[in-house]
């Protein structure tokens, strides 16, 4: 094994590890058990990630990754807004299924409670999460719309919408807590959504 592959072990390892403890503690993780659990020390993530932060920004780029990639290919170029908003929709309301569902909520609720008590941490996040959004954006960018072509600002507004709404849903499906709220009403509720939210520019609507 080459140093590069060593190291790439290493980082995996603690990233995998990272994942249970954070999600289980959050911000009372301790990343000495952090490193035991990959079988190496808290050294190898301070060389690594730089501090625990560090690799709690690096765990969640890790997370979002392959799920915004998974994205680009359930929604394929060609379809208007509104085909592409569907195709999105109906792919969050799988992923509330797959057998880590539980395992990604616990993460997601860990890691609010962990910004509230370190805002530092909060704001590296949110840059973090910002930058894998972009590809989100892009998906959307270009598309047809009620005769017109979606800006990135308007694409950026209409993420930030289906956000909200999906990480609403998605917490209240495991809860109990949206009763019937199947593919297709995804489906339904994010078309209504991109419909009926304005998609002009905060300067087109000054004029």
């Not at 659990?37 to 890790?62: C, H, P």
């Amino acid at each position: 094994m080459t140093r590069a592959e060593a190291k790439e072990r290493n980082r995996r390892a603690l990233l995998d590890a990272a994942f249970q403890v954070v999600a289980r503690d959050g911000y009372r993780a301790k990343l000495d058990e952090i490193a035991e659990r990959a079988d190496l020390t808290t050294g190898a993530i301070y060389s690594l990630f730089g501090s625990k932060n560090g690799l709690v920004v690096a765990l969640v780029a890790d997370y979002l990754r392959p799920y915004y990639e998974e994205i680009e290919q359930a929604v394929p170029a060609g379809l208007d807004l509104l085909e592409a908003v569907d195709a999105f929709a109906r792919y969050y309301r799988r992923s509330c299924d797959a057998p880590d569902a539980l395992s990604r909520l616990s993460l997601q609720i860990t890691l609010l409670d962990m910004v509230l008590h370190d805002p530092e941490l909060g704001s590296q996040l949110a840059t973090s999460i910002r930058a894998q959004e972009n590809h989100l954006i892009a998906l959307f960018t270009g598309r047809s719309h009620n005769g017109t072509v979606v800006t990135s600002q308007q694409a950026q507004r209409l993420t930030t919408a289906l956000r909200a709404l999906f990480v609403g849903l998605s917490q209240g499906v495991p809860l109990g807590l949206a009763p019937g709220a199947d593919e297709q009403y995804f489906a339904d509720v994010a078309r209504a959504l991109a419909s009926g939210v304005s998609l002009i520019d905060h300067d087109g609507d000054a004029s």
